[in-house]
């Protein structure tokens, strides 16, 4: 007996609207395209499904361009599959992205679940081919390449193996991650604010003891039992801070002028009114 494609298969369920749209869309068109808003400072991205079900080709996912310009490079891709096109890893096309190549490299399949949840429920599990469509700078320089302007960087986490992560890697997984920090970030500020603690916080030294809110900018203060100076003073990330110690994220709601302390890590907060300076004669 033949095997049941998906298309098959999710047919017979009893569909949402939105999936009977993306299973229309991939029989219709060959592929249906997400597309995921930036947010804060985790870029946007794209991917297409229907890809390998329909021209046993490898899914397309393509992260920090404009959603219009995104939609268009994945939609120029599977018209070229559909031509007879086939991409290698490593292969570079171009006429996708302005006047410059694209390069695809194979996505590491633990992405999968992180970014493309559409793509998991269609196919059932993480068992298909994914490529990233990474694109260069203005200059035609990859990320990986010595002479590539590095202020592009943030804009295009790589989810290629092997290689070694960047923070830019790590916070994309973090925001997409269920039960991670930027998943449910509660803090009005944003999780890229910078925030005042020590080297000996951030070093894993000392722990966290005293939070402070600062009533005049509402910058947010960290700092372990020892004096804080100049000199061992740090400005980091605020979900690094978080990252740090779990119950940072007990402090979302603490008012500008406030200031929470605790004797331990196992101690609960203590919140009160922060004293202001002494009145200068």
């Not at 005042?196 to 402070?212: D, F, H, Q, R, S």
Request: with cysteine; glycine share 6%; charged share 30%.
């Amino acid at each position: 007996m033949k095997e049941k494609t998906r298309i098959e298969i999710l047919r017979q369920r009893k569909l949402k609207p939105d999936e009977k749209k993306l299973v229309d869309g991939v029989m219709t068109y060959g592929c249906h395209i997400i597309q995921v808003r930036a947010e804060n400072t985790i870029p946007g991205w794209s991917y297409t499904i229907g890809l390998f079900e329909m021209l046993h080709q490898p899914e397309i996912i393509a992260i920090g361009l404009k959603e219009s310009l995104a939609h268009s490079v994945l939609n120029e891709v599977a018209r070229r599959f559909k031509g007879g096109a086939r991409f290698d890893e490593g292969h570079r096309e171009s006429e996708l992205v302005a006047n410059v190549e694209c390069e695809f490299r194979r996505v590491e399949k633990r992405w999968l679940r992180q970014a493309m949840g559409y793509a998991i429920w269609f196919y059932g599990g993480d068992d298909f081919p994914v490529l990233q469509c990474i694109y260069p700078d203005l200059s035609n320089v990859f990320p990986w390449e010595e002479a590539f302007d590095s202020s592009w960087r943030g804009s295009q986490p790589l989810l290629f193996s092997p290689k070694q992560a960047t923070t830019v890697e790590e916070d994309f997984w973090a925001a997409n991650d269920l039960g991670g920090i930027l998943f449910d970030w509660k803090f009005p500020d944003p999780p890229y604010t910078g925030v005042y603690t020590t080297k000996c916080v951030m070093n894993g030294e000392e722990p966290i003891l005293l939070a402070t809110h600062d009533v005049e900018d509402g910058a947010w203060q960290f700092h372990g039992p020892s004096e804080s100076t100049i000199e061992t003073a740090a400005v980091v990330c605020f979900h690094h801070i978080a990252d740090k110690d779990a119950k940072i994220k007990e402090l979302f709601d603490l008012p500008k002028g406030w200031c929470a302390k605790r004797d331990s890590v196992l101690d609960s907060w203590v919140r009160e009114p922060h004293s202001p300076p002494p009145d200068e004669d």
